[in-house]
T-cell receptor, first 115, second 111 residues
């Protein structure tokens, strides 16, 4: 009964490189959420996706960040031309129905370090 | 503006010393309040969901309660393994989207 899976768990990139973070939701879940946790700050919502659709990207920076959840395969959060301020823990969560009362279950996170 | 505030930021307890964590929220039309536990280097682990004022939920030494403006997480006779950061979150008033998190309360229980 696997939970939400994220990989890699740790990712080191130099400024200007691209970072790709992957998330496989829990079995039976088709709703995926991405959050970012900066040091000394709370979790902040970035984007909400269903299969092949972005539902809410109101928390996503306008430039360099993109997300997808294809019909087959994991959800991917992509950060182009990373900067030091992108260093953070990125968490993925999934839910079964996507409703406002639905519980979101979190993965272990990917810790991105930008040198 | 929707907001979640948790207090205290940090709490140190002796084993067996009961206490409560507070989560106050301002959100138009609460649809659910969620409590999570987060251990260092790990993702948030779901604990409870509360939907309406007066509701209570219990799990082992933890009990969560909800009023119209705040929620409490009561910890009875804590053990060192209860040490973690406890996060409170609410949904924005839109179906199926963002959770708004507080900054958390970091609990340390010493034996």
């Amino acid at each position: 009964n696997a939970g939400v899976m994220q990989n890699p768990r740790h990712l080191v990139r130099r400024r200007g490189q691209e970072a790709r973070l992957r998330c496989s939701p829990m079995k039976g879940h088709s709703h995926v959420y991405w959050y970012r946790q900066l040091p000394e700050e709370g979790l902040k919502f970035m984007v909400y996706l269903q299969k092949e659709n972005i539902i809410d990207e109101s928390g996503m920076p306008k430039e360099r960040f993109s997300a997808e959840f294809p019909k087959e395969g994991p959800s991917i959060l992509r950060i182009q031309q990373v900067v030091r301020g992108d260093s953070a823990a990125y968490f993925c969560a999934s839910s079964s129905r996507g409703g406002a009362t639905d519980t979101q279950y979190f993965g272990p996170g990917t810790r991105l370090t930008v040198l | 503006e929707d907001q979640v505030t948790q207090s205290p930021e940090a709490l140190r307890l002796q084993e067996g010393e009961s206490s409560s964590l507070n989560c106050s929220y301002t959100v138009s039309g609460l649809r659910g309040l969620f409590w999570y536990r987060q251990d260092p280097g790990k993702g948030p682990e779901f604990l409870f969901t509360l939907y309406s004022a007066g509701e209570e939920k219990e799990k082992e030494r933890l009990k969560a309660t909800l009023t119209k403006k705040e929620s409490f997480l009561h910890i009875t006779a804590p053990k060192p393994e209860d040490s973690a950061t406890y996060l409170c979150a609410v949904h924005r008033n839109q179906a199926g989207t963002a959770l708004i998190f507080g900054k958390g309360t970091t609990l340390s229980v010493s034996s």
